[in-house]
């Protein structure tokens, strides 16, 4: 068990014209669930091979608890992965396979047993020992994948979109597997993965990523309730964020016929102009018509709470906007209602910038 | 029965030493610091290999372009003697005539015959498409030695009185009424020639059937479909839809074929000896190298040939980057 | 060469189950393809036939008449008859060519893949400088004639004495089968998972490790292919042997079948049956890995 830790590592693959991650710092605890989580190709699984040793680290420095890792090859870095197509060996039994690692490490067959047993049990393989990988269910084999990994006991687990290749159930039922074993073997992890839910769910502690460049590391709720930046705020969260835009007057915003009360120390910090966000269970159905007007075009009724899609033509707001509210409210497709966002939970981004600034 | 031994041995020293070459110098690449152990381990894997290559291609084939300047043993330069003296020996003109056309009918004949039977085959029933193909593609196992000898029984002759003809061309030929032909030796238009390039095509038409067929196996099924409800019959279909899906793989075929043919010399060495104007480069080669033991005019006729499959050679590395790119 | 293997994964010598309502994709009158590709069998097999039953003829019978005048009573056994083979296997020596071209080609084949296999590895899963220019001189060696190589290497061989001995065939063989093999092995090793290795690389494994535990188990199918193509292509040579072995004691069945066509070219009844002993084994090989050749050969292959 151990931290993990990256000091300005670069990444540049030969032939491109900017490194695919020009310099990430991060922190890891020891025993952290760590999900690095960002759209497709921002550096996510480049950021995790750096730590595995699949890919050369060009400069700065990658350590595994004390040990500086930058320039050992995988096999002594004392890692163990999953990969996204779990990668088993196909002409090698559950039971090789697991075993496999142990092997190279030159564990005793005794204690190699024991072990597999021990890990086929925890994951519910123990009847498919003797099975080639062709023989089992995507999830079985997902499953093999990870107890191909916990046997190891290493210091520290990499993952790299594991459940991408699940149904959509699967996935949902496996999250919980993997955070609950995790926690139980308290073996620091480093986990990629483009999904945020998934992101919010599983890690302790989650950090987004955007062009090769860390954007935030945080608790899932704290990004939630305090996304640094514009990017996270509108990545985290689903449905999206709301951004609106309006004229700067003295104590807030004015969107259309509509004041957004906003700090007047907040808005002085911005370079030029702000950039408003309201997650959609921030707003509210206003009952006068002191709100921005929305044409409804579409309500998605959950049962337990409704979503309420919407255009405006309201200069500065998006076109398209997102509200939640009250189920069962009857608000009919092409109506126009009038909405206001609470003041106390709006998050303000620099135009310029994107950084918050409240 | 010694010999026999002694095969086993070599394969158990052969196979074992070079394990045990790759072992060892695995192991003491291993012992090397990380950095060094990284860098040069790639180079203890190919070594071997690229040792072989070469030792026996490339150096030679340096070698060779430098022989090819000397006198027969090589003693003195004789600058492009050698290479005139190709030029004017009338045989070796006529045998680069004679390549010309074994390069023009031998590939162009085995990929339509491949394709025939590639196409018409996959209209069978599964039984009789297995079977066919086999028989098409059984002349792969047998050695251009092997293949001659076949045909110089069908091509047979004999020509004394009362004798029946035991060669199967013969015996047709004679029972339709003409007199009997010493095939071989028959140069006018060139019918020698033809006779031996079938054997050629014999040979090769199973290779161009199964590239062939496994591609037009590939084209699929739903651009014929367009194509027969767009209203085109099926010569159609074949020529504008199936023929231009298919057409990397022909091009494939045909450069094969025709590589083989410029170097093979086995059928016109073991059939003619290359005479009644039948001569081939390659066999002049192993003629100058073996009966004149003259090496530098040897040497010459294979820098010919190497001249000659260049642009093959670029066409085919500029495909395989081609390939890679798309990888 | 260089083909890319169809992405569909059929057998291109078809078969039972891998029919897909594919009758229809034409509908050319049925009879006249029946006939053309009977016709075309016909032309290809009968050369082939007349060789085998005159082989089992006897002299008098060859020289008397046709082969095919045996179809007029083929059940009459007298005619059939094994002299010519005994004589052929023990008076012209086919039977220890025989023996001396199983002793040229079993090492030929086996040597060259193992190297090859390593380099295909190296070439696929390994950096180093200079890695892709050494790929590219193989795929242009692929089509240079082996005629290259033979007066250099008849003075080298000579000067180690090692003309007319195995150790000279064996050595050229590797060598020249060297670049096919390595292309075909490379080909065949990418198309492998790249995570697979990677895993292993995690799970601790040494390149060394990975190359025997996965990559060659996993390579079997393009492994087997080289090798009959190996196999058949030593088998079947006559210019290598020609030059390195010749005639004499170690003469292999290539050499022998051409002198006896040299020899005794009116000899028939010879003839056939040296040449189909030349041609049994490779024919029993290729009948038998059909399906891996033919693998083989539309993962890309020619022959330098
Ligand atoms: N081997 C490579 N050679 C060159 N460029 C690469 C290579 N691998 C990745 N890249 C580039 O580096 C960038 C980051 O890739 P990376 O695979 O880390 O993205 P990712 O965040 O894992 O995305 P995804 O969610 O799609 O897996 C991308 O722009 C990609 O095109
Ligand atoms: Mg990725």
């Given at each position: 068990?151990?931290?993990?830790?990256?000091?300005?590592?670069?990444?540049?693959?030969?032939?491109?014209?900017?490194?695919?991650?020009?310099?990430?710092?991060?922190?890891?605890?020891?025993?952290?669930?760590?999900?690095?989580?960002?759209?497709?190709?921002?550096?996510?699984?480049?950021?995790?091979?750096?730590?595995?040793?699949?890919?050369?680290?060009?400069?700065?420095?990658?350590?595994?608890?004390?040990?500086?890792?930058?320039?050992?090859?995988?096999?002594?870095?004392?890692?163990?992965?999953?990969?996204?197509?779990?990668?088993?060996?196909?002409?090698?039994?559950?039971?090789?396979?697991?075993?496999?690692?142990?092997?190279?490490?030159?564990?005793?067959?005794?204690?190699?047993?024991?072990?597999?047993?021990?890990?086929?049990?925890?994951?519910?393989?123990?009847?498919?020992?003797?099975?080639?990988?062709?023989?089992?269910?995507?999830?079985?084999?997902?499953?093999?994948?990870?107890?191909?990994?916990?046997?190891?006991?290493?210091?520290?687990?990499?993952?790299?979109?594991?459940?991408?290749?699940?149904?959509?159930?699967?996935?949902?039922?496996?999250?919980?597997?993997?955070?609950?074993?995790?926690?139980?073997?308290?073996?620091?992890?480093?986990?990629?993965?483009?999904?945020?839910?998934?992101?919010?769910?599983?890690?302790?502690?989650?950090?987004?990523?955007?062009?090769?460049?860390?954007?935030?590391?945080?608790?899932?709720?704290?990004?939630?309730?305090?996304?640094?930046?514009?990017?996270?705020?509108?990545?985290?969260?689903?449905?999206?964020?709301?951004?609106?835009?309006?004229?700067?007057?003295?104590?807030?915003?004015?969107?259309?016929?509509?004041?957004?009360?906003?700090?007047?120390?907040?808005?002085?910090?911005?370079?030029?102009?702000?950039?408003?966000?309201?997650?959609?269970?921030?707003?509210?159905?206003?009952?006068?018509?002191?709100?921005?007007?929305?044409?409804?075009?579409?309500?998605?009724?959950?049962?337990?709470?409704?979503?309420?899609?919407?255009?405006?033509?309201?200069?500065?707001?998006?076109?398209?906007?997102?509200?939640?509210?009250?189920?069962?409210?009857?608000?009919?497709?092409?109506?126009?209602?009038?909405?206001?966002?609470?003041?106390?939970?709006?998050?303000?981004?620099?135009?310029?910038?994107?950084?918050?600034?409240? | 029965?010694?010999?026999?031994?002694?095969?086993?041995?070599?394969?158990?020293?052969?196979?074992?030493?070079?394990?045990?070459?790759?072992?060892?110098?695995?192991?003491?690449?291993?012992?090397?610091?990380?950095?060094?152990?990284?860098?040069?381990?790639?180079?203890?894997?190919?070594?071997?290999?690229?040792?072989?290559?070469?030792?026996f291609l490339v150096?030679p084939a340096v070698q060779t372009v430098i022989y090819s300047f000397a006198d027969k043993?090589s003693?003195?330069?004789v600058g492009f003697e050698n290479y005139k003296a190709l030029w004017n020996d009338d045989n070796f003109r006529s045998a680069l005539l004679n390549n010309l056309l074994w390069i023009l009918v031998v590939p162009a004949v085995s990929v339509?015959?491949?394709?025939?039977?590639?196409?018409?085959?996959?209209?069978?029933?599964?039984?009789?498409?297995?079977?066919?193909?086999?028989?098409?593609?059984?002349?792969?196992?047998?050695s251009f030695v092997?293949a001659s000898?076949?045909w110089r029984?069908?091509?047979?002759?004999?020509?004394?009185?009362?004798?029946?003809?035991?060669?199967?061309?013969?015996?047709?030929?004679?029972?339709?009424?003409?007199?009997?032909?010493?095939?071989l030796r028959l140069d006018a238009w060139n019918v020698n020639d033809f006779l031996l390039m079938a054997i050629m095509i014999w040979l090769q038409?199973?290779f161009?059937?199964?590239?062939?067929?496994?591609?037009?196996?590939?084209?699929?099924?739903?651009?014929?479909?367009?194509?027969?409800?767009?209203?085109?019959?099926?010569?159609?279909?074949?020529?504008?839809?199936?023929?231009?899906?298919?057409?990397?793989?022909?091009?494939?075929v045909f450069t094969t074929v025709l590589i083989l043919v410029m170097k093979v010399f086995d059928i016109v060495y073991v059939m003619t000896g290359g005479n009644a104007d039948t001569d081939v480069v390659a066999n002049i080669f192993v003629e100058e190298l073996i009966e004149f033991g003259d090496d530098g005019r040897a040497a010459a006729v294979v820098v010919v040939l190497m001249i000659a499959v260049i642009p093959v050679m670029i066409y085919q590395?500029?495909?395989?980057?081609?390939?890679?790119?798309?990888? | 060469m260089?083909?890319?293997?169809?992405?569909?994964?059929?057998?291109?010598?078809?078969?039972?189950?891998?029919?897909?309502?594919?009758?229809?994709?034409?509908?050319?009158?049925?009879?006249?393809?029946?006939?053309?590709?009977?016709?075309?069998?016909?032309?290809?097999?009968?050369?082939?036939?007349?060789?085998?039953?005159?082989?089992?003829?006897?002299?008098?019978?060859?020289?008397?008449?046709?082969?095919?005048?045996?179809?007029?009573?083929?059940?009459?056994?007298?005619?059939?008859?094994?002299?010519?083979?005994?004589?052929?296997?023990?008076?012209?020596?086919?039977?220890?060519?025989?023996?001396?071209?199983?002793?040229?080609?079993?090492?030929?084949?086996?040597?060259?893949?193992?190297?090859?296999?390593?380099?295909?590895?190296?070439?696929?899963?390994?950096?180093?400088?200079?890695?892709?220019?050494?790929?590219?001189?193989?795929?242009g060696l692929l089509v240079v004639p082996l005629q290259v190589a033979f007066v250099p290497l008849l003075r080298?061989?000579?000067?180690?004495?090692?003309?007319?001995?195995?150790?000279?065939?064996?050595?050229a063989?590797?060598?020249f089968?060297?670049p096919l093999?390595?292309?075909?092995?490379?080909?065949?090793?990418?198309?492998?998972?790249?995570?697979?290795?990677?895993?292993?690389?995690?799970?601790?494994?040494?390149?060394?490790?990975?190359?025997?535990?996965?990559?060659?188990?996993?390579?079997?199918?393009?492994?087997?292919?080289?090798?009959?193509?190996?196999?058949?292509w030593?088998?079947n040579d006559l210019l290598v042997a020609l030059l390195f072995?010749g005639?004499?004691?170690?003469?292999?069945?290539t050499i022998?079948?051409r002198?006896?066509i040299g020899?005794?070219?009116?000899?028939?009844?010879?003839?056939?049956?040296?040449?189909?002993?030349?041609?049994?084994?490779?024919?029993?090989?290729?009948?038998?890995?059909?399906?891996?050749?033919?693998?083989?050969?539309?993962?890309?292959?020619v022959k330098g």
């Amino acid at each position: 068990m151990a931290t993990v830790r990256f000091e300005k590592a670069q990444r540049w693959y030969p032939g491109a014209d900017t490194p695919a991650v020009p310099g990430i710092d991060l922190e890891i605890e020891d025993g952290e669930f760590m999900v690095l989580v960002g759209p497709s190709g921002c550096g996510k699984s480049t950021t995790l091979r750096m730590l595995a040793g699949l890919e050369e680290v060009n400069s700065g420095n990658v350590y595994i608890g004390d040990r500086d890792v930058t320039k050992l090859s995988p096999k002594d870095r004392d890692i163990a992965m999953v990969f996204q197509n779990y990668a088993l060996y196909p002409h090698m039994t559950v039971a090789d396979n697991m075993a496999f690692a142990l092997k190279m490490a030159k564990v005793p067959s005794e204690e190699r047993k024991v072990r597999v047993r021990e890990a086929a049990g925890i994951l519910g393989l123990t009847d498919y020992l003797d099975r080639k990988p062709k023989a089992l269910s995507g999830g079985q084999r997902q499953r093999v994948a990870m107890g191909r990994a916990i046997v190891r006991q290493p210091q520290v687990f990499l993952m790299d979109e594991p459940l991408s290749n699940l149904d959509a159930k699967m996935r949902v039922a496996t999250r919980t597997d993997i955070a609950k074993l995790q926690a139980d073997l308290g073996i620091t992890t480093v986990y990629v993965t483009h999904d945020q839910i998934e992101a919010m769910t599983m890690g302790d502690r989650v950090a987004v990523m955007n062009f090769g460049e860390l954007q935030q590391v945080d608790t899932p709720l704290s990004l939630y309730d305090r996304p640094n930046n514009r990017f996270v705020a509108g990545f985290i969260g689903s449905p999206a964020m709301n951004f609106l835009e309006g004229e700067m007057t003295d104590g807030g915003l004015r969107i259309g016929d509509y004041d957004l009360p906003v700090p007047r120390d907040v808005l002085q910090k911005a370079t030029d102009g702000v950039v408003v966000g309201v997650r959609p269970e921030h707003f509210e159905i206003a009952s006068d018509n002191n709100g921005i007007p929305i044409e409804v075009t579409l309500v998605e009724e959950l049962g337990a709470d409704a979503y309420i899609y919407g255009t405006t033509d309201v200069q500065g707001t998006p076109g398209h906007l997102v509200v939640r509210g009250l189920a069962r409210r009857d608000v009919a497709k092409g109506s126009t209602v009038y909405v206001s966002a609470d003041a106390e939970r709006i998050h303000v981004f620099d135009k310029a910038t994107e950084k918050r600034l409240n | 029965m010694i010999k026999l031994i002694n095969a086993a041995l070599a394969i158990v020293a052969g196979v074992g030493g070079m394990l045990a070459l790759f072992w060892i110098l695995n192991a003491i690449v291993e012992r090397l610091p990380g950095r060094w152990e990284e860098r040069l381990k790639p180079y203890v894997f190919i070594g071997p290999a690229v040792a072989l290559v070469g030792l026996f291609l490339v150096y030679p084939a340096v070698q060779t372009v430098i022989y090819s300047f000397a006198d027969k043993n090589s003693q003195k330069w004789v600058g492009f003697e050698n290479y005139k003296a190709l030029w004017n020996d009338d045989n070796f003109r006529s045998a680069l005539l004679n390549n010309l056309l074994w390069i023009l009918v031998v590939p162009a004949v085995s990929v339509v015959i491949g394709l025939l039977i590639a196409v018409l085959a996959d209209r069978l029933r599964p039984t009789s498409e297995k079977v066919a193909k086999s028989v098409i593609f059984m002349p792969m196992a047998i050695s251009f030695v092997g293949a001659s000898t076949i045909w110089r029984f069908v091509y047979d002759t004999r020509f004394a009185e009362g004798d029946e003809q035991i060669g199967l061309l013969s015996a047709i030929t004679t029972g339709l009424g003409f007199d009997p032909v010493s095939w071989l030796r028959l140069d006018a238009w060139n019918v020698n020639d033809f006779l031996l390039m079938a054997i050629m095509i014999w040979l090769q038409a199973g290779f161009a059937m199964v590239l062939l067929s496994a591609a037009v196996k590939g084209v699929p099924e739903d651009t014929l479909e367009a194509a027969r409800i767009d209203g085109a019959n099926e010569l159609q279909i074949f020529f504008r839809v199936v023929v231009p899906q298919i057409w990397p793989t022909v091009i494939v075929v045909f450069t094969t074929v025709l590589i083989l043919v410029m170097k093979v010399f086995d059928i016109v060495y073991v059939m003619t000896g290359g005479n009644a104007d039948t001569d081939v480069v390659a066999n002049i080669f192993v003629e100058e190298l073996i009966e004149f033991g003259d090496d530098g005019r040897a040497a010459a006729v294979v820098v010919v040939l190497m001249i000659a499959v260049i642009p093959v050679m670029i066409y085919q590395v500029r495909r395989f980057r081609m390939q890679e790119a798309g990888r | 060469m260089t083909q890319a293997a169809p992405t569909v994964d059929v057998d291109p010598m078809g078969g039972e189950g891998q029919k897909p309502p594919r009758a229809q994709r034409f509908t050319l009158g049925s009879v006249v393809v029946r006939a053309t590709v009977a016709l075309l069998c016909l032309l290809w097999l009968v050369p082939t036939i007349g060789l085998l039953v005159s082989s089992f003829r006897s002299e008098e019978a060859v020289k008397e008449d046709g082969w095919w005048t045996v179809f007029a009573s083929p059940l009459e056994f007298s005619q059939w008859t094994l002299d010519s083979y005994d004589s052929v296997i023990f008076d012209q020596g086919m039977g220890s060519a025989f023996l001396n071209s199983i002793v040229v080609t079993v090492p030929a084949t086996i040597i060259p893949i193992m190297i090859a296999a390593f380099a295909a590895y190296a070439f696929t899963f390994m950096r180093f400088p200079g890695r892709d220019l050494l790929f590219i001189l193989v795929v242009g060696l692929l089509v240079v004639p082996l005629q290259v190589a033979f007066v250099p290497l008849l003075r080298l061989f000579s000067q180690y004495e090692l003309n007319g001995t195995f150790l000279a065939v064996w050595l050229a063989h590797a060598g020249f089968g060297m670049p096919l093999a390595i292309y075909i092995l490379r080909n065949y090793m990418a198309s492998l998972p790249h995570e697979i290795i990677e895993s292993a690389a995690v799970d601790g494994a040494s390149h060394f490790r990975t190359f025997w535990s996965l990559v060659v188990p996993m390579s079997v199918p393009a492994l087997a292919a080289y090798a009959i193509f190996q196999f058949l292509w030593v088998w079947n040579d006559l210019l290598v042997a020609l030059l390195f072995l010749g005639a004499g004691e170690n003469e292999v069945v290539t050499i022998n079948l051409r002198d006896l066509i040299g020899d005794l070219g009116q000899e028939w009844h010879l003839l056939t049956a040296g040449a189909f002993i030349s041609m049994v084994l490779p024919l029993a090989v290729f009948f038998a890995l059909q399906r891996y050749f033919v693998r083989g050969l539309t993962a890309g292959s020619v022959k330098g």
